[in-house]
């Protein structure tokens, strides 16, 4: 009785990663609109209470998707749409040790968005 071996796998080209991402329209306005209700920044919980998320880094994501897809560019600058900097008194950690962020929405897209939606 004979027995086969399979054969060797070789390597499988795979292709390469999309360079488009996934993103939610009403998970970015609904952060837009948190963050614009809030004054233009706010750190994770209440922009997060605002906006109804679940997570907020993925909304804030989706938000940048959507207002690059608009037509939003950083400015001359350089300064991006929207900023996430470690944000409780220069700590960027809460009591119960997780990192916190103020999430800052520009001033000129703030003032865009409010002509926008009245």
């Given at each position: 009785m004979s027995?086969q071996?399979?054969?060797?796998?070789?390597?499988?080209?795979?292709?390469?990663?999309?360079r488009?991402t996934?993103?939610?329209?009403?998970?970015?306005?609904r952060?837009?609109r948190?963050l614009?209700r809030?004054?233009?920044?706010?750190?994770?919980?209440?922009?997060?209470?605002?906006?109804?998320?679940?997570n907020?880094?993925?909304?804030?994501h989706?938000?940048?998707?959507?207002?690059?897809?608009?037509g939003?560019?950083p400015?001359?600058?350089?300064e991006?749409?929207?900023?996430?900097?470690?944000?409780?008194?220069g700590r960027?950690?809460?009591?119960?040790g997780?990192r916190?962020?103020r999430?800052t929405l520009?001033?000129d897209v703030?003032?865009?968005l409010?002509?926008?939606?009245?």
């Open positions: 027995t071996h399979a054969a060797p796998r070789t390597a499988v080209a795979v292709a390469a990663p999309a488009t996934h993103w939610s329209r009403p998970a970015a306005l952060c837009l948190a614009v809030l004054g233009g920044s706010a750190t994770s919980w209440p922009l997060a209470q605002e906006a109804r998320a679940l907020i880094s993925t909304d804030i989706a938000a940048r998707c959507w207002l690059a897809a608009r939003y560019e400015n001359a600058d350089g991006p749409l929207v900023t996430a900097d470690e944000g409780i008194k960027g950690f809460s009591r119960d997780r916190v962020f999430y520009r001033a703030v003032d865009s409010r002509r926008v939606w009245g």
